[in-house]
């Protein structure tokens, strides 16, 4: 049973910075690619960010220069560095394998208010 927990979230002013954590047990976690999701109220899920095993990267253009997605495969934790800020990037974030085959955890809520 693979288990998810995101943490980091928290209220920040537009152009600010947050890093969100995401520990994950009870998987492979070093040999798949895992991602960064995040939902926004009235709106359907949308994947953010991926990186492989290998540490190749991948963003949503909506974040690209903004967000760095990392993960340190000895503590199986995936990182997402967030700077400059946008009320838009207002969301519940969430991690998972990048084809959201595992159960969701709890997310974690990151709002950009002034």
């Known amino acids: 049973q693979v288990q998810l927990v995101e943490s980091g979230g928290g209220l920040v002013q537009p152009g600010g910075s947050l890093r969100l954590s995401c520990a994950v047990s009870g998987s492979r976690f070093n040999i798949y690619t895992m991602a960064w999701f995040r939902q926004a109220p009235g709106k359907q899920r949308e994947l953010v960010a991926s990186i492989t095993s290998t540490q190749a990267t991948s963003y949503v253009d909506s974040v690209k220069g903004r967000f760095t997605i990392s993960r340190d495969n000895a503590k199986n934790t995936l990182y997402l560095q967030m700077r400059s800020l946008k009320p838009e990037d207002t969301a519940v974030y969430y991690c998972?394998?990048?084809?959201?085959?595992?159960?969701w955890g709890q997310g974690t809520q990151v709002t950009v208010s002034s």
């Open positions: 998972n394998h990048f084809a959201g085959i595992y159960s």
